[in-house]
């Protein structure tokens, strides 16, 4: 198999699980390191013409993170796209297995069957906290309805005030996030970069979780230790 990837997660699936199954991924896949593929452009502008130069036997996407233009135009080129759906940790298991078999994978990788048991042993959680979690700022945007991050800190015991929001990643003015009076505000490292000194500043007075953007929002082999990553982030970060 050929395969080409637009989304970064999947992109960390398919090398570890599948090596040499990938001739090309996003600028923006990162993950592993060592990943030496032909570079095509974004996740929201890849280079069509490119990955068609490629001559992939398959290019696997997302409805969130590619755009539905760049998708018609691959497969008006005669390729095979498969597109992902994923708003729920059980859903990235499913979809991780889809995305595996049709890129070639025999047999269900370890690590996958790992990720799995981790999650279902995880304990019902003591306690529950609120939680404000902005994903972009100038404007702030937050996490919304019906996201995978969202239902991965709902499994950990936290519930972010803004998942029955008509909008899954909503802009809300600065003042209402304050106003919410969160529990903790979670601050992840992608896609905006929120750091000790980019985020917290925004929100005096609450207690600010600077957590990892790839295990928070990443189906991938990082499911493995994100219940335990993120655990000790949330837990620094309290009053």
């Known amino acids: 198999m050929r395969v080409v990837s637009l989304v970064p997660s999947l992109t960390e699936a398919v090398a570890v699980t599948l090596p040499g199954a990938l001739v090309g991924a996003t600028g923006w896949c990162s993950r592993p390191e060592e990943l ?102 100038r404007p702030w945007m937050v996490l919304g309805r019906d996201t995978f991050a969202g239902d991965v800190l709902a499994r950990l015991g936290v519930d972010h005030v803004y998942a029955h929001h008509p909008e899954r990643y909503p802009r809300i003015p600065l003042d209402e996030l304050r106003a919410r009076e969160p529990d903790v505000v979670v601050l992840p490292d992608e896609p905006y970069r929120f750091t000790a000194d980019d985020g917290p500043e925004a929100f005096p007075g609450l207690p600010c979780a600077l957590v990892s953007g790839r295990h928070l929002t990443w189906y991938g082999p990082s499911l493995t230790q994100a219940p335990r990553v993120l655990a000790e982030a949330l837990r620094a970060a309290r009053r």
Not at 41 to 59: A, F, Q, S, W, Y
Not at 84 to 105: H, Y
């Open 36 to 137: 030496d593929v032909v570079r095509i452009g974004g996740t929201k502008n890849p280079e069509v013409e490119r990955i068609i130069g490629l001559v992939p036997d398959l290019v696997i996407a997302n409805e969130e993170e590619n755009r539905a233009p760049d998708l018609d135009a691959l497969r008006a080129a005669g390729l095979n796209v498969l597109v992902t759906e994923v708003r729920s940790v059980p859903q990235a298991f499913a979809e991780l297995d889809r995305v595996l078999t049709a890129c070639g994978a025999a047999d269900r990788p370890g690590w996958l069957a790992e990720a799995e048991d981790v999650w279902a042993a995880l304990p019902e959680p003591a306690e529950r906290r609120t939680a404000v979690v902005p994903v972009w700022r």
